[in-house]
């Protein structure tokens, strides 16, 4: 069966819902294909800050008390030094970061992106010719089917299959690191209002990390690929062990995902010809690992740049809107990072 829409968006995270919630209330047919069944569980500590507030506010409304987990705000982030030193970095907004589950804060985006929902339906393949772009999915209840589309926009996060066929020699050429985290029944006690980073590098090669959620206490930590996390890990729950009095109950949840380095060497991957890439799947993500608010941002500016080359300039490549549209968003990208260097005082991410 072929099915026929304006836009199709691979990826059913914050990139992808407001990409679709940018298209379809200017009238466009989108549909937003996700591999997994939604509610989907996805890696994140569930911080949505200032800007992500703002853009969520404005674009969706106020996020539903369903997604929230306990303490429902988090103060901001505390960066420890070593086991004394501590600075304190705030969240700006009235109260500070809601701390939601991202399955549900994702879900109820995508719920009201005013697109067409197909979960379960894996992006495996795609063609372009000159009258569209042909999609070819692996869906759970129909089998192999066949979708075409005019613009086909990227949102599948840091392994995208369309970024890594359109560019197979930055996928080669960038650097990869792998985060890793626990999800533990039990106590600790670091203040779970903060969101703790300890920065001392034998805790993980870019910043190790914990945070509270309802009734987990989680942490986990980040090295490059190929290295082994296990001893970091061990370090970093003796570390918290010693110092901050952690007792381990049930583990809960194993969990990791990779990203790539692009968000700090600024090599940001916005595409090709009618194909859009947004969120992290571009290389769209803030220092320490924020990313939600770029991915709305950039979904946002993706259906800016869409909407702008079927109406006031339909000879303009959207691509080359697209590009114009993201330029503050990668500058603030790289000043981020440059910000961590100078408070890591270390070089994270780029050799
Ligand atoms: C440990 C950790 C903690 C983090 N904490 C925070 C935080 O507190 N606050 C914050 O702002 N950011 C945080 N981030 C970053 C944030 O999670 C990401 O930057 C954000 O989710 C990126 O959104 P996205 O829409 O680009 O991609 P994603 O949210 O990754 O969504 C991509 C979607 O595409 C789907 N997909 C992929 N490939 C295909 C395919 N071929 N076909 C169909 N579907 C596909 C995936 O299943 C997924 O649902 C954290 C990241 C990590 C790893």
New binding site residues.
Partial sequence: MKHEYDVVV???????AATAKGLSRNGLKVLI????KLP?Y????????EK?QKLTQKHFGQIPDECYCRPKIIKGVRLWENTEKHTNWPFGGKDGAPNVW?AQY?KWLVDHSGAEVRDG????DFKVNSKAITLY?QDESEGSIEISCKYLVG???????IRAKLNPKLESECLWFL?Y?NYYEGECSLDPEW?HGFLDASLGEIYA?FNVKDDFIIF?TSIKRGEKFEPYLKTYTEFLQKNFGLKLGRLVRKSS?L?TNLCATGNFYLGSGNILL????AG??NMF???????LAT?LLAAQAVNEAESENPNRPVLEIYTELTRQERRETLASWKLANRIAGRRLLLE
């Fill in positions: 691979v990826g059913a995270g914050p990139s992808g294909v996700e591999r997994k989907r996805k890696i994140c500590s569930g911080l949505i800050n992500s991202r994702d339906c894996l992006l495996k999915c949102a599948e996060g840091c392994l995208s299959s985060a985290q969101y990390w986990g995902c990203g947004v969120g992290e799947a769209f993500l690992g924020e990313g939600i608010s770029s991915a979904g």
